[in-house]
C-alpha cells in the first residue's frame, strides 16, 4: 500500500502536513521529511477538510435525471418514472451508478447509503471508482415472492466482510410501510437486527402515507413501526417530515438516524423537515440528496446550503442550523451513522479527505472556511478527492470520467428507444 | 470589430451554427462557411442559451463574503458589516467588484444591477472585464447633504450615453424607505422619471420595515411610495416580501419590476415571496442574487433551483415555477427590465450566450435541457461566455482570474488590519 504526504495545507487554523499510509492519517504535524513517502503533493493555499458522506440517495436513478420535472406525483410516477424503471436493464444500473459515482466525487462526497434493485450493479461500481457504501438489498412486496427470497438468500451470502469488496457494507432495505407489508416488514427487521445490519426506510415522507397508515393501524407510522418491532434494528429512516414531538421522543429514544433531505422535499412538496424540533428531542440527524428524479443531482454542498436556509427560514431564527452544524450533518455524524471511522482529519481516522483550493473566488475572502464551504462555494474549490488514502480526483480530473459519461449517455438514449417501443 | 462563428452548436432542440458579428447575432442557420469569420469556435456537444441577468446585488460585498453568519440581524449589522464597511476604500471597492465580476462571469452571469458606494469603482471594474451593469448612484440621508448633492451631479454629468462606458447605465438609488427621507425619495423619484432612470430601492424586506411604515405614515410602504409619487418612475424594487394582494395590485399596474432573492430571504429570515399571489396579480418578476454577505455567493444559477423550490414548497404545489419559468426570470425577464435587446439567442439580439458542455456530467442524460440547467447543474457545465460578442470565458478560462483573486484577498486582509486598529 503507497504513502501519500500533503506539505503545507491548512487545517483547523494551521499550517500543517498530513501523512497517510495504510489508509489511515497516521500523523499531523508541520516538518515532516517527503522521503517518508510515495507520492508528495503540496498543499500549499490548499485546505484539508473531511469528504461528504450521503445519508439517503438512489444512485442509479442518475439516468432519470430530469426525465419528468413540475408535473404532479401520481402522474410523474405512473407515466413517467415507473415505466422507464421497467426498460432498465442490468447494464444501465450499472453505467447509471458510474455516472453517480462520477458526479459524487466530482462534488466531493466519499460515501453514499444507496437504495435501489439490483445492487450487484452498483456494487461492482462502487468497487471499480473506489468509494465507499451501504448498499440496501431492497424490499417491496409488489417485487413478487422469488425476488423477496433471493434477496434474503444474497444477505445471507453475504454476511461476512470478506464476501464484499472492501468500503461496502449491505443494509436491509424494506422500501416503505405503504409498499411492504406487515409480516415482511417484522422479518426485515428481526433480519437485521440479528445481523447487526442497518435498517434503511422510507418513513413518513408523506401526509398520505401517515394517513393511509393511521386508517389502517390506528396509528402513525412511527407508532405502528415502533410496534411491530422494526424500531430495534439499527434504523436510517429517510426524510421523516410528517411527525409529532412524541414521535421523534420515540424515535430519540429507539436511536434512529434520521435522514434530512431538503432539496428533494421541497421540489415534490412533501412538507418540511422539523428541525428544531428534531433537535429538542434529541434524536440524530445527518444530510442526503435522495435520487436524481426528485432533487436532480447528487450535490452534497448544495444541500447543506439549502438545509440550512430552510432551518432558519422555517422557524424565523438565523441562528438555527448554522454552517457549523450543517457540515457536521454532511461529514462526521453520516460517517459515524455507518460505523465509519471516519469523517474527521484526525490522527488514527481513515484517510477520506478533500483538499480546497484557498485560491479560488469562491473562498475569497476567508474569515470562516467552513462558512465559505456551506454558504459560498461550488464545486471548483473542490480539487482533491481522498478516499481510504486512495487519490479519486487530483487537480479537478478523475481518472476513466470521459468514458463513464459516454457510456451512461448511451443507456439513457436506449432506455428512450426501449420504452418507445413498448 | 471581430466576428465570431460558433459551429455545430445546439439550439433549441437542433444542431446549428450561430454567426455573430458587430455585437449582434446576424446568422442562426446551419452551414454556415468557417471562412466568413474571424474567429470559429467548435460547438460540437455544446448548447448555446441565453447567460444570466442579475435583478439585485452589492457587488464590492463581495469583500465581506461569510464575514458574520449565522447571527442575529441586528448583531450583524450593527457589530460587523457597518464597522467592515467603514474601513473600506476606494481600492477595496474596486478589488470586491473585480471580485464579483470573476465570480459572475465563471457562473454565467454578464449583466447586474447593482446598488453600493463610490460607483465609479465598479464601473471602472465592468468596462475592464467586458461586462453589461446597472449601477446604481445611491443615496442615504445618513451619507449627509454633500454626499447627496455629490450624487446629483454625477448623474447630471453622466445623463448623456457617450459620457458612460458602453453597456453601463446608470439607476437611481435609493436604499430605502427607512434609510430615505420622504423629501429626498420625492426628489429621486422625480429626478428618475424625468431623466428616465430606473428607480432601484429595497422594498418591503422586513416585517419591521412596514410596521415603521405603518406607524409614520398610516400605510403601508408600497401604498406610502404611491402617495408620494415614488412609483412614477420605472421601479426595480428588490425583496418585496410583506405585501398583500392590493399593493400586488398596485405594483402590477405601475408596471414595477419585482426582484425575487430567495437565498438572501432565507439566510437572514426575511420572510417568503408571495410568488403564486405576484402571479395572480400579472407582476412583472425576475431574479436577483443580493450581496455576498447575505448569499454569500453571486451564482444565478443556484438561485434559479433555490426558487423553484421555494415557490413549490410554500404553495404546495410542484407544478409552480417550472424550470422554464424561473429561466426565463433569469435570462430574458431580466435583460428586459434593463432595456437591453438581449436575454434571447434570436438573429438581432446582442449576442450574449452562453456554451455548455453536455457532456458535463450533470448534463447527462439530456431529456430536457432548462430542466438540467436549473435543477442538476453546477457551474462546471458552463464552459464558455460571450456578452456583446466578446468571449469573457473560453474553455472555463477567464484571463487575469488569478491577479483578481489576489488582490482581493489583499484587499480582505488589509481591511481586517484596519478595523483591528479601530
Redesign the interface.
Known sequence: MSSLLIKNVFHNGETTDVFIKNKIFCRIEPGLDPSLADQVIDGTDKAIIPPFYNGHTHSPM????????????FEWLNDYIWPMEKVMTAEDIYNGSR?AL??MI??GTIFFNDMYWQQDQTIRAVEEMGLKAAIGVTFMDGLGKKYIEANFDYLDAHLRPETLPEGITLTVAPHAIYTVSEALLRRCAAYAAEHNLVFHIHLSETKQEVEDCVKAHGMTPVRWLEQIGALEPQVVAAHVIHVDEEELAILASRDVTLVHNP?S?????SG?FHFQKAQEAGCRYILGTDG?SS???L?MR?EM??A???A??RY????LL??STVFKMATKWGAECFGLNSGKIAVGKAADALLLDL????M?????LI??CV??????VIDTVICNGRLLMENHKVPG??E???L??ES??KM?ERLKKG
Open positions: 442518475t439516468l432519470l435525471r430530469g426525465y419528468a420535472d413540475d408535473i404532479p406525483l455516472l462520477y458526479e466530482r462534488s432539496v422535499n421541497m421540489k415534490l412538496c418540511v436524481c432533487n436532480n443531482n450535490d448544495e446550503k439549502v440550512a436556509l430552510v432558519k427560514s424565523k431564527d438565523l441562528e448554522p454552517a485560491n479560488n473566488e469562491r475569497i475572502p476567508c474569515y470562516n462558512s465559505n454558504y459560498s462555494a461550488d464545486n471548483s470520467g470521459a463513464i459519461v459516454a451512461a449517455k439513457s438514449i428512450l
